[in-house]
């Protein structure tokens, strides 16, 4: 059987914003650092995520 696992992070190439998946709510949310801030890098920035042809979200096999 195949299953296709979505990606749990994500992280922009141009401005670091770094976002996680929450199962919870079934959305992207920001990550925070250790003083509560929101690492939500430049507000303006059109995000390229680090999700490319090398990630594969299939796992198992038929």
Do not use: S
């Amino acid at each position: 059987m195949t299953t296709i696992v979505p990606p749990k992070e994500r992280v922009c190439e141009r401005c670091g914003r770094t976002d996680v998946w929450d199962d919870d709510a079934g959305t992207w949310t920001v990550v925070t650092d250790d003083e509560g801030e929101r690492l939500t890098g430049d507000r303006f920035c059109l995000h390229e995520w680090d999700i490319n042809g090398t990630y594969n979200p299939l796992e198992g096999g038929a």
